[in-house]
């Protein structure tokens, strides 16, 4: 399995249309605090065991760091553990607000 790479704007269109979609964010916490996307879930090494044991495999998943680059690996090990799904958001948090 291996993940797609998207636009920030196709990202928002596709959490717009689609409630089963989850959009994940992997930047460091303080960034997380200071301010994420509104629905965003904060995925750290402590929180991966639970959004793997409660996320939908089916469910399209979006991975956002900052700029794209972290995300690509993540979106490939989500993509390894089994979701069929997965995106990573080229331009990151720093292009979904430009």
Not at 35 to 54: I, Q, Y
């Amino acid at each position: 399995m291996v993940f797609k790479r998207i636009s920030s704007s196709r990202a928002k269109e596709l959490v717009e249309k689609n409630n089963d979609s989850v959009l994940v964010d992997i930047r460091d916490t303080d960034s997380f605090i200071n301010g994420h996307v509104d629905g965003a879930l904060h995925l750290t090494n402590e929180s991966l065991s639970g959004f793997l044991s409660t996320t939908s495999k089916d469910s399209p998943v979006l991975v956002m760091c900052y700029h794209g680059n972290s995300s690509q690996t993540v979106a490939q090990f989500l993509s390894e553990q089994g979701f069929t799904e997965v995106y990573s958001i080229d331009g990151g948090y720093e292009e979904w607000y430009d």
